[in-house]
């Protein structure tokens, strides 16, 4: 049982009160994750859960659902204490959960997926019909736009969060949790799904809401409950001050949120050669004509929309698409396409978006994915130099302040911000020329976030480059030298670091670009298959 | 067209597998036979499979074969192709073992039970009567393994001292049958015969016996493969039951390409069994 | 998680192409390993004037229908990302069964016909129980049942062939003179396959488990009850195979479906099925037995030499599928 | 990728407990099947008097030999998540061409066994090829590797053994009189396996590929290049397997090893890999090759019935892994 009384007095006994968790321990072999912590949920509010990476937040919430049962400590339901064993006796208690990494089957379709384990039947056989338009209805309401029969395979990872969302509104939970949902998010999205939570609780659904985005709490939560190393360190009102958050939170307060030293003077800016130069790349249906430069000491963003196209702009530059037509030059050098190896040669890196899907071996332990890209290198005469590697791990997982039980430690088991930091690791040991981070920062906390910046402020210093896509404006706005901003496949401008503000990027990312409405309905009709 | 070349007579054989020198050579036998006849052999190999064979019947069948030589992986399970052939009035010979049902114009055979009979015998003199051994097994469930571990069974009941200490299956396989026979040799390092159900596991028990084969072990085969008959006269094996499958395939040949000619034949053609040994 | 956005590209590529021949191509599309059948069949028929004949094509359906029998129910367990060693030694066993209980313990036919799908599906949950609650890797618990299918086949029968009822053995013959009931019993579980994977709330669980089971699990889906539901639709299945086996031979063998495993399990994948799970259909299914009857039915008529009959049919099926991956890259 | 991390967390499980017996515990825990190869060990101890010999432990290392040389090979492929059904044929074929070159051709035993390997390597070089180039499955590449090696073997030697030359047979022989060569093969195979697979980038690249292969290759792993070593290193291993089983036989066998593919898949994947890649060790394979060999050994020494037989190694097998995954949980 916990002996943390502060929060005691704060858990007001009260009618409203949905949940409550007791004193919760969990321990996984090496790390204790939960150790003793208290949390309630009453009727129609949002409760935030609060922590660094690695707090404890994603074991917490999977005591709730299901995926993880306690080692100590009690669950009440409505009052009474309940055994929460599996998926079923959570939807059985009117608990649903939106995950923090996606749990949805690849080759379902997207209605599907959303009703799984509970499709509509008729006389015991599947009622696609009714499943289907019920689906429809369900994406309707969180205002994306897929059909339910697309297979999820094809699903960009924003429109797959929107589907988890979905999924989890399907049940009519009393509870809801959402672990993160909004890291994948562009603003748009975002304002969408806090639209659908406080409806939801105007009609007494309790929600369970994890963040990393600080400005989101205010906006969205009533209480905030802190997480520290396992523990429940207090509980405030949502409306506390921000520094005060992060300084409950990281226990020190940050300075500065976006450190950009910019290395490069306007003046010399057009001087200096670019790294990376790409002219009138396309692909049919999905990018048109990208021409821009990248030029040694910069960082330059790429904001958009959800399926403005930036992923596969960048994949294809760094070989892992093909492309139809235009160039790709590295210091003037042109690049073959689809060729992965040739691009990382000439010294282009790549921080994918999809981390469990293509940034980690999940199964491998932290210093093996560390070592990754890094391998054919630390190659003498095809043996591999083992403690080198590892001492190299051991050095950019400290600085990144990644959170495990050491280095063997398998990466699945680590929190989702924290396989995060192995991701953008594996790529800063590579010491690329041009370093393109594909959302780097998602799921990441605010103090690790500044860690990272550093290190992007001291890759440009030395000379290097960084093209960075991000769908957390603020953070494009304030660590980029220049913004591009891409919408419908084709970018439609440019902003310098002064003249990029919220509005000014958000009107060039919805601009309906002339002539794009044919590749549009393109898209459109490639997508019925 | 009768008078002219046999040329355009086809014949199907369905050898039951072509994993064993034995029938190798019954299909080299056939092909020699079927060259000098002038007619066209088609061979199939079964792979000891019932069904393939039953499938590989049919499509004889299908390519109007004049006659087929049947040599069945199971003497029941070859019934159901036999009776088709008959509804479709293409005579069949079965080659090597019987078919239970079904009208056979002629059966070319060398009999297991009897051959397994005959090596029980053979052991048994070159024992002295008396004596411990092991029976190495076919493949557990085929016709070979039953027929002649049933011959040599009902052999051996009149040499009541020569008792078989142990019976394990080495599935017809060298290999298998030099390690069954290395490990039967730690439990029983005493014994004084090994009667192998085909030539390739009595070489195997030979490599295990080492320079014990021939000498204080005497080790009998069954098939008399070319590898067999090398073995005995080095003295390694004591005998073998040999059959002779270039002569069965031959005559199993002369006898569908007269039947494909429409003239009568011997309704059971014999091959004789001989044991071979050394001295 | 998935999103593998590799495929993603292809599906997008070939957005046009409407009209008359699109609807073949469509259909050739979307059912990989029909081109390669065609042009299989195209091929044979060309080399050989005994092959486009209806007798023969009939033949090619009996000669199918064990393997494809098998394959229906290997696709249960591929589609949920499992794999199934057993079938063959399953069949054989089943058929066994069915012979000893009606000819040698004189049991009415149809309570033996109960017996022997009944043991099929034993063998199944066995192995189901092994993978779902011991944890055991599927290749591993199903490569001991079939080792104990095999065993305990060999043991019942004392390694003899038993006569099946007469009864039974018309199951190998044909209805009205030429319509071989294989083919019959193949088409009813082909349709049955279909529809179990494509409507039924299990059907859909094996897709669900074999794209992404921690998904399955955390929506609610007994993934462990589940898997026996797969294992032992599978052994139900191979029970039903080895009957049919058994009465086209009108007696119950041993050793009977030696290393039908890699048969029906290949022709699941050459249908378009991954051993990754996930995906799979039973018309795929279908097609990968057919293709391989074509192929031994046609080698057969071509009097290709036994020793070369191997590497021809090796050479086929890579060239088989590969025409179907070929093709989906275009 | 490595370091089978599952372990590493169950090795966190007792972190104090450093006396003696706790090492012992930690290689049990370490190495997962080692268990049940112990008790394995101790039952056939008690059962029959003649198992705990020297001689006899040797006699099980010359058994287990070929199949843990194939086993070796195939490790490579199933740590990248491959399977390699053609091990057994290739080794078949590889010995086939040893003897024909030597024996019937009059080449020079050096260049006859360089040959040998060199088929075997090009085996493993086409799958491989058809797996990286041509998109093919690895079960449907090999099957037809597996089909062709056999008939290419037939096609060679006409269907009948070859002897192979006198200096080759030596290796099937023993050492100073007692140390039978093909275990040192063995040993020494099994040493180039885990260093291999430990410490090359080669080996390394296995791991991520059979682990992620998307990230593998956005990490820069040249993929399809790697697979081709992969293949072509179990193709090799495959040879050197045919040339000991030859050497032990003095003759090449065309039918040789037929279904050695799955005991060698059994031998690794007992040994702790998963079929699904990304885990799997060579010490590993090393006691999944001996757990088989002792269960076929220790079943001749008590002479079980040959019906019986292989019920008994069905549920052997079963039961070896069952403790292994019980333990695990445990
Ligand atoms: N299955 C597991 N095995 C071992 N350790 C685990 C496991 N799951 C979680 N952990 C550990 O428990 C701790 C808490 O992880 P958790 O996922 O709850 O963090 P979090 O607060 O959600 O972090 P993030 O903000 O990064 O998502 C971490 O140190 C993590 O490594
Ligand atoms: N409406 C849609 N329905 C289905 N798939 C779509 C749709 N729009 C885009 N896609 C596909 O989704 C994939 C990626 O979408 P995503 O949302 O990641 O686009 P993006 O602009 O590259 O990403 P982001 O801008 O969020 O980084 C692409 O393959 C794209 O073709
Ligand atoms: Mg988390
Ligand atoms: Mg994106």
Redesign the interface.
């Known amino acids: 049982m916990s002996t943390q009384s502060a929060t005691k007095p704060l858990s007001v006994e009260n009618a409203s009160e949905l949940l409550r968790m007791e004193g919760v321990r969990k321990t996984?072999?090496?790390v204790v994750a939960l150790d003793g912590v208290d949390f309630d949920l009453r009727r129609g509010e949002v409760h935030v859960l609060l922590g660094e990476n690695g707090a404890g937040k994603s074991t917490l919430i999977k005591m709730l659902?299901g995926?993880h049962r306690p080692d100590g400590g009690r669950i009440l339901v409505d009052g009474s204490p309940v055994r929460i064993h599996?998926?079923?006796d959570a939807?059985r208690l009117g608990i649903a959960?939106i995950?923090q990494?996606?749990?949805?089957?690849?080759?379902?379709s997207v209605a599907?997926n959303i009703f799984?384990?509970?499709?509509p039947?008729r006389l015991?056989?599947?009622d696609r019909k009714t499943m289907n338009a019920r689906a429809a209805e369900l994406l309707a309401r969180v205002g994306v736009d897929v059909s339910p029969t697309d297979?999820?395979?094809?699903?960009?990872?924003a429109r797959?969060q929107m589907v988890e969302i979905a999924k989890a509104l399907s049940l009519d939970a009393r509870v809801l949790i959402m672990d993160e949902p909004t890291a994948v998010l562009t603003t748009e999205e975002v304002d969408k799904l806090f639209r659908i939570v406080r409806a939801l609780r105007a009609d007494g659904v309790g929600i369970v809401f994890i963040t990393h985005h600080l400005e989101e709490i205010a906006a969205l939560g009533d209480r905030v409950t802190v997480l520290r190393d396992g523990r429940s360190v207090t509980q405030v009102p949502a409306a506390t001050e921000q520094d005060e958050l992060v300084r409950l939170m990281v226990g020190r307060s940050i300075e500065q949120q976006y450190p950009r030293e910019r290395t490069a003077p306007a003046a010399g800016a057009a001087a200096a050669t670019p790294l990376l130069k790409v002219e009138g790349l396309t692909r049919r249906?999905?990018f048109q004509d990208i021409s821009f430069e990248v030029r040694a000491g910069e960082v330059v963003g790429l904001a958009g929309l959800v399926g403005a196209g930036r992923?596969e702009v960048v994949?294809a530059i760094?070989g892992?698409?093909?492309y139809d037509s235009g160039t790709v030059r590295v210091l003037g050098k042109r690049l073959p396409g689809r060729d992965?190896?040739a691009a990382?040669d000439a010294g282009i890196g790549?921080v994918?978006e999809?981390r469990?899907?293509?940034?980690?071996?999940?199964?491998?332990?932290v210093?093996?994915?560390l070592?990754?890209?890094t391998?054919?290198r630390a190659?003498r005469a095809?043996?591999?130099d083992?403690s080198g590697q590892r001492r190299a791990a051991a050095r950019i997982s400290e600085q990144l302040a990644v959170r495990m039980?050491g280095l063997?430690?398998?990466v699945r088991?680590l929190s989702g911000g924290n396989q995060q930091k192995v991701v953008i690791g594996?790529w800063l040991l590579a010491d690329s020329k041009v370093l393109i981070l594909d959302e780097p920062t998602r799921g990441i906390d605010v103090g690790a976030k500044v860690e990272i910046y550093q290190l992007i402020n001291e890759l440009t210093a030395s000379g290097h480059a960084v093209l960075m896509i991000s769908s957390d404006l603020p953070e494009v706005l304030g660590m980029s030298d220049r913004v591009l901003v891409m919408a419908q496949g084709r970018i439609a401008g440019e902003l310098g670091a002064q003249e990029a503000t919220q509005d000014a990027v958000m009107a060039l990312a919805v601009k309906d670009i002339k002539g794009v409405t044919e590749d549009v309905k393109?898209?459109e009709?490639?997508?019925g298959? | 067209n009768s008078s002219s070349g046999s040329s355009d007579i086809k014949v199907g054989l369905s050898v039951s597998t072509l994993n064993n020198p034995f029938f190798v050579q019954m299909k080299a036998g056939a092909q020699a036979e079927a060259k000098a006849a002038g007619v066209d052999l088609t061979v199939t190999d079964a792979q000891n499979d019932a069904s393939q064979q039953a499938n590989q019947m049919q499509n004889f069948l299908s390519q109007n074969v004049k006659s087929i030589i049947i040599n069945p992986v199971d003497s029941d399970a070859a019934s159901p192709s036999v009776k088709s052939a008959n509804k479709a009035d293409v005579p069949v010979v079965a080659a090597d073992r019987g078919v239970t049902r079904g009208d056979i114009a002629t059966t070319v055979a060398s009999d297991n039970v009897a051959g397994g009979k005959l090596a029980a015998k053979t052991l048994a003199q070159q024992l002295g009567g008396k004596g411990t051994i092991l029976v190495l097994q076919g493949t557990a469930g085929t016709s070979a393994s039953r027929e002649r571990g049933q011959g040599f069974a009902e052999g051996l009941k009149a040499y009541p001292d020569i008792k078989v200490v142990a019976k394990q299956p080495a599935d017809f396989d060298r290999a298998k049958g030099l390690d069954v026979t290395t490990n039967l040799l730690q439990a029983h390092p005493k014994i004084t015969g090994i009667f192998a159900e085909n030539d390739e596991m009595a070489l195997g028990a030979i490599k295990a016996l080492g320079s014990k084969a021939g000498k204080s072990v005497k080790v009998v085969g069954f098939d008399g493969t070319p590898d067999g008959l090398k073995a005995v006269e080095a003295g390694t094996l004591a005998a073998t039951v040999a059959q002779q499958p270039k002569e069965l395939g031959k005559l199993a040949v002369k006898n569908a390409v007269a039947l494909a000619k429409g003239k009568k034949v011997d309704p059971m053609v014999k091959v004789p069994v001989k044991v071979v040994t050394g001295k | 998680m998935a999103t593998d956005t590799l495929k993603t590209s292809n599906a997008h590529q070939s957005p046009k192409a409407p009209g008359g021949s699109a609807v073949l191509r469509r259909v050739l599309l979307d059912n990989g390993a029909l081109s390669a059948l065609v042009v299989l069949v195209g091929v044979m028929s060309l080399m050989s004037g005994d092959f486009l004949t209806t007798q023969n094509l009939l033949n090619v359906g009996v000669q199918a229908a064990v393997t494809a029998i098998l394959a229906f129910g290997v696709t249960f367990v591929i589609v949920s990302a499992g794999i199934d060693l057993s079938v063959g030694s399953v069949a054989a066993l089943s058929a066994t069964v069915l012979a000893w209980s009606a000819t040698s313990q004189g049991l009415p036919v149809w309570l033996a016909v109960i017996l022997a799908v009944g043991t099929g599906i034993l063998c199944g949950l066995v192995s189901g129980a092994l993978i779902s609650f011991g944890k055991l890797p599927p290749f591993i618990a199903t490569l001991a049942m079939l080792s104990i299918g095999r065993g305990l086949a060999l043991v019942i029968s004392q390694g003899s062939p038993i006569e099946i009822p007469e009864s039974v053995a018309r199951l190998g013959d044909t209805l009205g003179g030429w319509l071989p009931v294989p083919v019959i019993v193949m088409i009813a579980m082909g349709l049955i396959t279909g529809a179990v994977l494509a409507r039924t709330y299990s059907g859909r669980a094996m897709y669900a488990i074999g794209g992404n089971e921690e998904a399955a699990r955390l929506s609610g889906i007994r993934v462990k009850r589940q898997k026996l539901v797969i294992y032992a639709l599978s052994g139900g299945f191979a029970a039903i195979a080895g009957i049919v086996l058994a009465s086209r031979l009108a007696s119950a063998q041993p050793q009977a479906a030696v290393g039908y495993e890699l048969d029906a399990i290949a022709a699941v994948v050459i249908g378009g099925a991954s051993l990754s799970g996930g995906v799979g259909k039973a018309s795929g299914t279908l097609i990968g037995a057919l293709i391989l009857a074509v192929l031994r039915n046609g080698l057969n008529l071509l009097s290709v030499s036994a020793f070369w009959q191997q590497v021809v049919i090796g050479v086929v099926i890579a060239l088989a599928v590969l025409v179907d991956s070929l093709r989906r890259r275009a």
């Open positions: 996984f072999p090496g659902s995926a599996g998926a079923q939807e959960t995950y990494e996606f749990n949805l089957v690849p080759d379902l599907e799984l384990g509970r499709q039947r015991g056989l599947i297979r999820v395979r094809e699903l960009g990872i797959l249906g999905s992923t994949r760094f892992a698409d093909p992965v190896n990382m790549l994918p999809d469990k899907g293509q940034g980690l071996v999940l199964d491998a332990s210093h093996e994915n070592g990754l890209v391998l054919r190659t095809g043996l591999v083992r039980a063997d430690q398998r088991t594996k393109e898209l009709g490639s997508r298959h």
